[in-house]
């Protein structure tokens, strides 16, 4: 104790110099004791001289509390040196034994420029005193700036505390002394120094160094930095308002120099939008927010939502998908094409759908309308029953004669013509009685139905409705023999695959099929069978068959039959009309047959197309359904969309109406006007070019050019024959109009000279050429030489004289008188000179006689067995020996000993002379 109170008076002797700033100022207790005399305000009232809880200078918090906060407000930030607390002691001794001890054991003191703890600085936390050394009186320096001093202390559940510490958190203070400097801006222990840096608005209490107590808008150690960081201002703690693009505002006084962003206004842009607006500069007027309320100041939300009739985020938008009102959560009634109803009261601006009426459009049609406007009214319904209010169906069927969904169809086929390919035999059964509206009776011979005949494998029956309809549906009543029907009526078998055609001649394959049965069976076909149709048509065709070879399901019938009791054909009594009530025009002038539920066009005039025939055909097609291929008009215009026709004419080398047709042969261009080259092959029907070639004889693009350069006939191609000095030959047939060349004949000068003939017109003959070989057929040579008696190139020069043979090689022998031998072989026509013989006379005749050989003697017998040539021997022994017989006898002799006899005794005579 005497410990405690030294340190007291040291410390007081120290702080006297320094002011008590919490002196007077106002305070606060978080949980306040409920005794009026124990206020928060005690603890800063200058009185410490009673320190009982009741005594009325302390502050006492109530009791059984988990945390306990106490604080004091200097007013202003404030340069602070130390804190002393007078603790409680209900003016009993201060030890362990004292139980006020443990309720201050694990307190914090916090000085903070706001009453936050946790936005200030910890400036002492107990976590060592215990009940034994705990100070009455207790002191902590605190060198930091601040506004409020705050005394905190918990016992938190769930935590365990050190040993005697208090079970809840007290607050027993009864009185908070603060010293420190009364004015910012100053330190030293009498408070007059003046802080070291001109920026610096709070400095260390005692040795002068700037605390970031800077003066508003610097920081830094000695404050010599701009605030920054979106900061500005005392402590550059203040936040900047929402300047333009986040950027940094003025740093004393926080002013956004560069305006502001969305959704605020004012110097400091840390006004929000008012009056109304939001946005950029606050410029944007709020939506249609409930009740007029403000928007959000930066987007234009409205939170509270919208008024009726608009959505959206910011309300601006108008309620959509057929919904009106508040929260647009109201369908609309029935707006006319599904329109959207006014967004805030539900009327429908452009009127109803069909089958409703009133301002909202939320009340059916009344007194048997229907329809737009309820303008309609209701067709034959049977017994006048309400039809469906939209689309006039009647619910309850159709009056009698009457058919459609709104029974206002016809029965088109009503006493029409009928007809069958294979009328059953019995007179009561014709085809007229599936058309005579009866069908009461369905026995087969009941007189009200039309049956073909038996055993047939193809059947057809039809109606001829006189014109061509726009029909709606068929229906088709069978025979049953009035009878249940179903698997066991025999006839169920009969209609299995039947067909339907709708056709503009009885040909159903020139129609189209309506209805093909390929899943009834005789347990599911029904025996009044009905379908749409909606074809236009002037035939009703209904078809079975049974082909041989084909394989049908089970329970077909072996062959086909038509047993039709009733065939009702529905539809619009009048051509080009359609709907319901067939009442309407086709919408369009064009169309030539309309869908009859529809209106849409099933088929447009020729020159027409589109959904409603509204187009007429794409450039370059024209006529019925737009699938004829426009000619060749001219500068590729349009042709007429109907008919084809080229307004403006053909193009070059067409013709006709229509400019599909090419120019007629022999002519060409404009109008097919001129005509092609008289030796054009087919020119150019364009360009009068002729493409395909000339006639022989012709070149040139348009083959008005002879051909030239020894070429003549089709396409220039043949070589000119050898005319004569190379002349062009003519120029169609090759003819040579001077002739040919030496060596050539014919009309062409194609052919060499033949005959042995040879040079111009082949009118000279080859001379002897050797072998009698053929002489050049051009100038008459020899190629290979004469033959034996001529000479010269052309070998047609004899021998010279006194010569002959092979190259006239040959001396003449002694021929008589010195005349010349022949040419050719050399004897002597005329004989030899006395004292020669032989045939070229080159034998001297005395000097070889006697040397006659034997052969020579065989030969002169055969001689003389040829009609005396013997004579002419004998006669030659004559003029050289004188006396032919002794040499006769010589012969005689030799000519035994070689089995060789003469016996021609007149030869032998002969000699004689």
């Known amino acids: 104790m005497f410990l405690t109170n030294t340190c007291i008076a040291l410390w007081f002797s120290f702080s006297s110099a320094y002011e008590n700033l919490a002196l007077n100022k106002p305070a606060h207790e978080e949980y306040p004791y409920y005794n009026v005399n124990t206020d928060a305000s005690n603890a800063v009232d200058g009185l410490k001289t009673d320190l009982r809880g009741i005594g009325g200078q302390c502050s006492i918090s109530a009791t059984n509390q988990r945390t306990s906060t106490w604080w004091v407000n200097l007013t202003s930030t404030r340069s602070i040196h130390d804190i002393r607390i007078y603790y409680r002691t209900d003016n009993v001794f201060w030890n362990a034994s004292n139980g006020y001890t443990s309720r201050f054991l694990g307190f914090s003191l916090y000085v903070s420029n706001t009453t936050n703890k946790s936005e200030g600085k910890l400036c002492y936390k107990d976590t060592y005193f215990t009940r034994s050394t705990i100070p009455a009186v207790f002191n902590t320096t605190c060198f930091v700036h ?22 809840y958190a007290f607050n027993d203070l009864c009185e908070v002394e603060v010293y420190g400097c009364p004015t910012p801006g100053y330190y030293g222990i009498n408070c007059t120094i003046p802080c070291p840096d001109v920026n610096c608005g709070y400095c260390h209490i005692e040795t002068g160094t700037c605390q970031g107590g800077c003066k508003p808008g610097y920081k830094g150690h000695q404050c010599e930095l701009e605030c920054d960081g979106n900061l500005y201002g005392e402590n550059c703690s203040k936040s900047c308002g929402n300047c333009k693009n986040n950027q940094q505002c003025h740093y004393i006084n926080g002013s ?47 939170f509270e939502g919208c008024d009726p009739g608009y959505r959206g985020s910011r309300c601006y938008l108008e309620c959509p998908n057929n919904k009106y009102g508040e929260g647009c959560q109201t369908n609309c009634g029935h707006c006319f094409n599904m329109s959207q109803c006014h967004h805030i009261n539900g009327t429908c601006f452009d009127g109803c759908d069909p089958g409703y009426e009133g301002q909202k459009c939320n009340q059916e049609c009344q007194n048997r309308s229907y329809g737009y406007r309820c303008q309609r009214k209701c067709g034959h319904c049977l017994n006048s029953s309400k039809c469906d209010h939209v689309d006039g169906t009647c619910l309850q069927g159709c009056a009698e004669g009457y058919g459609g969904r709104t029974c206002n169809l016809v029965n088109l086929a009503l006493h029409k013509p009928a007809y069958e390919e294979n009328i059953y035999s019995h007179a009561n059964v014709n085809a007229g009685n599936a058309v005579d509206g009866r069908k009461s009776n369905l026995r087969g011979t009941g007189g009200e139905c039309s049956m073909s005949k038996n055993y047939e494998r193809s059947t057809t029956w039809w109606v001829n409705l ?47 099929l309506c209805y093909k049965d390929s899943s009834f069976k005789r347990s599911t076909i029904p025996a009044v069978f009905n379908t749409t149709c909606f074809e236009h048509g002037q035939y009703v065709i209904y078809y079975n068959e049974r082909l041989p070879g084909v394989t049908y399901p089970s329970g077909y019938s072996d062959y086909a039959y038509n047993e039709l009791c009733e065939v009702e054909v529905y539809g619009c009594p009048r051509p080009g009309y359609y709907g319901i009530d067939c009442d309407l025009p086709c919408p369009d002038v064009n169309c030539r047959y309309c869908h009859i539920e529809t209106g849409t066009c099933q088929g447009c005039k020729p020159g027409y197309k589109g959904h409603r025939c509204e187009l007429e055909c794409d450039k370059g097609w024209y006529g019925d359904g737009c699938q004829r291929q426009c000619g060749h008009c001219i500068n590729i215009t349009q042709c007429d969309h109907v008919h084809g026709t080229c307004s403006e004419g053909c193009e070059v080398g067409y013709e006709g109406q229509t400019c599909d047709q090419e120019c007629q042969e022999g002519y060409f261009g404009e109008n097919c006007a001129r005509e092609c080259s008289a030796n054009c092959h087919s020119c150019n029907k364009r360009s009068g070019l002729c493409d395909v070639g000339c006639h022989p004889g012709w070149k040139g693009t348009h083959c008005t050019e002879k051909c030239d350069g020894g070429l003549f006939g089709a396409n220039c191609s043949t070589p000119c024959g050898h005319c004569l000095n190379n002349q062009q030959c003519h120029h169609i047939f090759g003819t040579c109009a001077d002739g040919c060349d030496s060596g050539f004949m014919g009309d062409n000068c194609t052919e060499e000279c033949d005959d042995y003939k040879y040079g111009e017109n082949c009118s000279f003959s080859c001379g002897n050429c050797e072998d009698n070989e053929k002489c050049s057929h051009i100038d008459g040579t020899c190629t290979n030489g004469c033959d034996k008696g001529y000479q010269g190139t052309k070998c047609d020069t004899e021998c010279d004289d006194f010569r002959f043979g092979k190259n006239c090689g040959r001396q003449c022998g002694h021929c008589y008188n010195n005349s010349s031998c022949h040419h050719i072989n050399g004897t002597c026509v005329d004989g030899c000179d006395r004292g020669y013989q032989g045939t070229e006379c080159m034998q001297h005749l005395c000097a070889s006689a006697i040397d006659i050989s034997t052969s020579t003697l065989r030969l002169a017998a055969f001689l003389e067995r040829t009609n005396g040539a013997l004579v002419a021997l004998l006669e030659t022994l004559r003029r050289c020996h004188g006396n032919p017989l002794r040499f006769y ?14 016996h021609n005794q007149s030869a032998r005579r002969r000699m004689a002379f």
């Open 146 to 167: 601040g506004q409020y001093v705050i005394y905190y202390n918990e016992r938190l559940p769930g935590v365990t505390y050190p040993s005697g510490y208090s079970d």
């Open 256 to 302: 956004c120099m560069n305006g502001c962003e969305k959704g605020y206004q004012g110097l400091k842009c840390d006004k929000e939008c008012n009056n109304g607006t939001y946005g950029n500069g606050c410029d944007k007027t709020c939506g249609h927010c409930v009740n007029k309320s403000l928007c959000n100041h930066v987007n234009g939300t409205c």
């Open 466 to 512: 006189e014109s061509i309809y726009s029909i709606h549906n068929i229906r088709i009543y069978y025979r049953t023999e009035n009878l249940a029907w179903g698997p066991s009526n025999g006839h169920t078998a009969r209609f299995l695959g039947f067909s339907i055609y709708v056709s503009n001649t009885t040909d159903k394959l020139e129609g189209k």
């Open 889 to 902: 006898d010589v012969f005689i002799r030799t000519q035994r000993r070689g089995a060789y006899f003469v």
